[in-house]
Structures are given as structure tokens and as C-alpha cells.
């Protein structure tokens, strides 16, 4: 069983930047991608950025291309959101999520638990 722990999140004023962390403890042998999801105060959840584990190749969802930017470190099991020129409507509960490979498609598995991320003056 994978666990994913984030960290990284806070209060910060519109323009401003962040980076959240995600650290990877465990192995996947079917791992598709590792993803963030976040979810706005009375939303659902919302897909927002991942890293194939093979390619590496990266994919944001329209609203954040540009302005946030996920990479990842092997040597430190970690992947990273780095979010900058942040807006009001990017406060959200961010979560690292994990998806596998299940007959060719990626299927969530674990998930961490959340950081907060506020956007306020």
C-alpha cells in the first residue's frame, strides 16, 4: 500500500507562489501516473495536474496551464506543485493522488491526506 504525504500549503496573497510537496512512501509496480486533485470549498474534486510514471510527460487542466507546474524527484520519492500567480479561486484542499494501471487505463488509488491552500488579501 502506497502512502502519499503532502505538505507545503498556507496563506498567501493573490499573485503569490507556492510549492506543495508530495512524498511517495511504498511501491507501485502498475503505477500509471502520480496526480494532484484539489477541491474548493463546496466542489467536488477537480483533476488538475499529473506526471506519467514512464514518459515523465506532464498534463495540466486548462485552468491552471501556465501557472502551475508539477515535477517530480525519484531520488526523493517526491513529486511537486509549484503554483504560482495564484488567485482567489485557486483555494482549495490539494491532494496527491496516485493512479494505476488497470487494463489500460489509470484508475485512482491512494490518496494523501490534503494541504490547505488559501488565496486572500
Known amino acids: 500500500q502506497v502512502q502519499l504525504v503532502e505538505s507545503g500549503g498556507g496563506l498567501v496573497q493573490p499573485g503569490g507562489s507556492l510549492r506543495l510537496s508530495c512524498v511517495v512512501l511504498?511501491?507501485?509496480?502498475?503505477?500509471?501516473?502520480l496526480s494532484w486533485v484539489r477541491q474548493a470549498p463546496g466542489k467536488g474534486l477537480e483533476w488538475i495536474a499529473e506526471?506519467?510514471?514512464?514518459?515523465?510527460?506532464?498534463y495540466y487542466v486548462d485552468s491552471v496551464k501556465g501557472r502551475f507546474t508539477i515535477s517530480r524527484d525519484n531520488a526523493k520519492n517526491t513529486v511537486y506543485l509549484q503554483l504560482s500567480n495564484l488567485k482567489p479561486e485557486d483555494t482549495a484542499v490539494y491532494f496527491c493522488?496516485?493512479?494505476?494501471?488497470?487494463?489500460?487505463?489509470?484508475?485512482?488509488?491512494?490518496w494523501g491526506q490534503g494541504t490547505q491552500v488559501t488565496v486572500s488579501s
Open positions: 493522488a496516485e493512479r494505476i494501471a488497470v487494463d489500460g487505463f489509470g484508475i485512482f488509488g491512494s
Open positions: 511504498g511501491f507501485s509496480f502498475n503505477r500509471w501516473a
Open positions: 506526471i506519467r510514471d514512464s514518459s515523465s510527460n506532464t
